[in-house]
């Protein structure tokens, strides 16, 4: 079991910054792939960027790139995920998630993540 408290959100405008911490804690030793997901009312859960814990790969949606990092501190069990350059349509809960998937190919998919966070709302204004 694994347990993960998100923590970071918040409301800023158009153009601005936010970083979101997750720690992990709990059986962590089979975790391979952290991420990071969002979601929105009415629309569905999407992957926004990945690491894969042993080697510090990273994946991250077309929607994020060169605006989203996402980076990990093994020794707190903790992921961050710098998000700059904020767009309203970035508004959206996001979660973390844990997985012990070793495929490349699903690593954006939520239903190859086994341990999910509570979430945290962040909201972007124009």
């Known amino acids: 079991q694994v347990e993960l ?3 970071g959100g918040g409301s800023v405008q158009a153009g601005g910054s936010l970083r979101l911490s997750c720690a992990a804690s709990g059986y962590t030793y089979d975790v391979t792939l952290m991420g990071w997901f969002r979601q929105s009312p009415g629309k569905e859960r999407e992957g926004v960027a990945a690491i894969r814990t042993a080697d510090g790969f990273t994946y991250y949606a077309d929607a994020v790139k060169g605006r989203f990092t996402i980076s990990q501190d093994s020794a707190k069990n903790t992921v961050y995920l710098q998000m700059n350059s904020l767009k309203p349509e970035d508004t959206a ?10 495929s490349i190919a699903t ?20």
Do not use: D, F
Request: proline share 0%.
């Open 107 to 126: 690593i954006l998919v939520a239903q190859a993540y086994n341990s999910w966070g509570q979430g945290t709302q962040v909201t972007v204004s124009s």
């Open 5 to 7: 408290v998100e923590s």
């Open 93 to 102: 809960m996001y979660y973390c998630a844990t997985s012990r998937s070793t």
